[in-house]
């Protein structure tokens, strides 16, 4: 399977096709350099991003972007995984940076009393549980088994998980 790789000054994106899924990985900043029409990927029934090493969106950026993300999910349906804490927090600003994509697992922050700041990668069970409970999973540190404090604001953070259905029970 070849890895093909398309250069930014300040991104690159990586990306293989394995049948009718095509992966794509992002890593770096999306601004003024990125040019999201220019991205030649192949039309195909699924993609999934990794977002894994997404870091800064700026606002020249974050318009490229959205018209990238829509022009794909016009070939394809888009899934993302392992979603950075900073594109999170893009997604909570500018909710059409998802177009109608589908977050599969994302980083969210913790900290820890003994080892500082810690970015936590919380999957479907944990997405489960942040829909039911509206709160962030109790998770415990890997080195020294002390339960994380989580360290963002869960209203905020989680803003992204929100369903229509929520927002209509919250407004009767
Ligand atoms: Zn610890």
Not at 110 to 139: M, N
Request: net charge negative.
């Amino acid at each position: 399977m070849s890895i093909h790789r398309l250069d930014f000054s300040s991104l690159v994106i990586e990306w293989t096709q394995d049948g009718e899924l095509i992966k794509m990985s992002f890593k770096g900043d999306i601004d003024e350099t990125f040019k999201g029409e220019s991205i030649e990927i192949p039309a195909a029934p699924k993609y999934l991003i990794n977002a894994h090493s997404l870091n800064n969106f700026n606002s020249c950026g974050i318009r490229e972007w959205t018209l990238f993300i829509n022009s794909l999910h016009k070939k394809g349906a888009i899934s993302f995984e392992k979603c950075s804490v900073n594109f999170i927090d893009q997604v909570n600003m500018v909710p059409e940076s998802l177009g109608e994509g589908n977050i599969l697992s994302f980083y969210a922050p913790y900290y820890c009393a003994s080892h500082g700041e810690i970015d936590i990668l919380l999957e479907k069970r944990h997405i489960e549980e942040i829909k039911s409970r509206h709160e962030a999973p109790q998770i415990a540190c890997e080195k020294c088994k002390q339960a994380l404090e989580f360290d963002a604001l869960e209203e905020s953070f989680f803003l992204f998980l929100r369903t229509d259905e929520e927002d209509l029970s919250h407004a009767s």
